[in-house]
């Protein structure tokens, strides 16, 4: 099946550092999709961009879709405490079953208070 | 965004057992979805959970092994027959809204429910 390249599988950062993290697929997408999952739960979706070079923040986080419609990153700055969890990108593709998402294996993310 | 309520939230079964999940949302909503995510693994889509009609699954899944029910526009039930400790998961319901992706077009997940088998 479709796969996507998310990077880095995990990051070890300072409270107060900048983080940054991305997803590159060799099909493009129409849609991509950010979302955090905390231990013991579901996964709360973030940002959604839907058109390419689009870029939109959400309070510290700021998410753009490549211009080629195959990747997208996920910036979050200054980090705190609360940031810690698994970050997962997923994309829909253009056409067929253009419902489905696919999901990157996800970012683990450390902040050191 | 939906409220989406799964129940059980996690239980632990013996082998050759099966589990019925549910998912109940707080309003209609087009599709819905069902994951499986393993542990420390990412999200794999085991079925769409469409209303009216038999589920339909993703290569690798079937009916068998995973019957899906979606009587309404708010609720569908996942069963997982038989269980062996490979089924070992977090069984995620997931739901969107339209037909046709467009800008507003997420799909929202519920909390999950964490199976073991034994």
Same mark, same amino acid.
């Given at each position: 099946g479709q796969q996507l390249n998310q990077s880095p599988q995990s990051m070890f950062i300072q409270e107060g550092e900048d983080v940054s993290m991305n997803c590159t697929s060799s099909s493009i997408f129409n849609t991509w999709l950010?979302?955090?999952q905390d231990p013991g739960e579901g996964p709360v979706l973030l940002i959604a961009l839907y058109k390419a070079g689009e870029l939109?923040?959400?309070g510290r986080l700021t998410a753009q879709f490549g211009i080629t419609r195959k990747d997208s990153f996920l910036n979050i700055s200054a980090s705190i405490p609360s940031d810690v969890g698994i970050y997962?990108?997923?994309? /829909? /593709?253009?056409g067929g079953s253009n419902y489905k998402l696919t999901f990157g294996k996800g970012t683990l993310l450390t902040v050191n208070p | &965004?939906?409220?989406?309520?799964?129940?059980? &939230?996690r239980d632990i079964c013996q082998r050759g057992t099966s589990l019925t999940i549910q998912c109940q949302v707080d309003s209609q909503v087009t599709m819905m979805f069902w994951y499986r995510q393993q542990p420390g693994q990412s999200l794999t889509l085991i079925a769409t959970a469409n209303q009216g009609s038999e589920a339909t699954?993703? &290569?690798g899944f079937v009916i068998d092994k995973f019957p899906i029910s979606r009587p309404n526009l708010t609720f569908s039930t996942l069963t997982v027959s038989n269980m062996s400790p490979e089924d070992s998961s977090i069984y995620l319901c997931s739901v969107g809204r339209g037909t046709v992706p467009s800008t507003g077009n997420e799909q929202f997940f519920g909390p999950g429910t964490r199976l073991t088998v034994l």
């Open positions: 950010w979302y955090k939109t923040s959400n997962f990108c997923a994309g /829909r /593709r253009s | &965004s939906a409220v989406i309520s799964q129940k059980p &939230s699954y993703e &290569s």
